[in-house]
């Protein structure tokens, strides 16, 4: 399973580091006004 959060959410990507995910990369669009980060889970 993967993912997509606002990379500067440290409390949500701790819940789901807790939940077994792993984060795998950023990536900055300039139509956002934040940082996107990706997670994955193999399930």
């Known amino acids: 399973m993967m993912l997509g959060m ?3 959410n440290t409390v949500l990507r701790r ?4 939940a077994g995910f792993v984060h795998t990369h ?3 669009f300039d139509f956002f006004p ?3 980060g990706y997670m994955e889970r193999i399930l």
Do not use: G, S
């Open 34 to 36: 934040f940082t996107c």
């Open 6 to 8: 606002v990379e500067e």
């Open 15 to 18: 819940w789901y580091e807790n």
């Open 26 to 28: 950023t990536e900055k």
